[in-house]
């Protein structure tokens, strides 16, 4: 069993798909419900006692800072690279948090932060199991349960991918190591993920951790918001 010593948060990204909302405030400072979509993974975090967190920041920077005032033990990193290249450039400017490690993406809601928990036995991503179409990435296993494939196109069965995922250390180690190798190649267009599901997969054991539907909510536009908090209905079209 091992247990997270802390977590990275991507919070760089310019949620274009979220304008007007996003012209002057960061996707993950939404507020859905009355609550910033990043508060309500920092809060699920400190629930499992993960109180070491790195936000790794881009788009309007500065309007994140609040966030290691008002929380201890959390730190800001910049992304200098978030208006030119893919996340990899997120992960590859935080590499040296990796460790036991979680990783997150600050635009999304934790309804049940039981996923959060700080003790697992394997490296690998939450998943939800689907038995009809989705477009998200999904996950393969084998008896074991272990990942050996993975369709970035969809599919209608599966796992459905999300972005929550736990490393132990040794895992971490090759993650940060093929970030860093590919990112100094030039390879800036690919998704962070892309090293171990694809580029890599023969080098990691990765499992699902078995979620439910209704434990993550991932936001991709207004309209999604809008479903969710009605005060935004006023922005679909």
Known sequence: MTKINNAIIMAAGMGTRM??????????????????????????????????????????????????????????????YFNQYNNISSLYVARKELKNTIILDGDQLIYNPDILSSNFEKSGYAGSSINKWSDEWIMHT?????????????????????????????DSSLLGKFVEKEFENKNYDIYWDDIPMFLYADKFNLSVHKISESDIVEIDSIKELANIDSSYEKYVK
């Open 142 to 170: 084998n008896e074991e349960g272990k990942i050996i494939s993975c369709d970035r196109d969809g599919g209608d069965n599966g796992w459905r991918l999300y972005s929550v995922s736990k490393w132990n250390a040794a």
């Open 19 to 80: 304008r007007p909302l996003t012209n002057e405030t960061p996707k993950p400072l939404v507020k859905v419900n009355g609550i910033r979509m990043i508060e309500s993974i920092i809060q699920a975090l400190h629930q499992e006692n993960i109180t070491d967190i790195t936000v790794v920041t881009g788009y309007l920077a500065d309007k994140f800072e609040f966030l290691s005032k008002k929380y201890e033990n959390l730190k800001l990193i910049h992304n200098p």
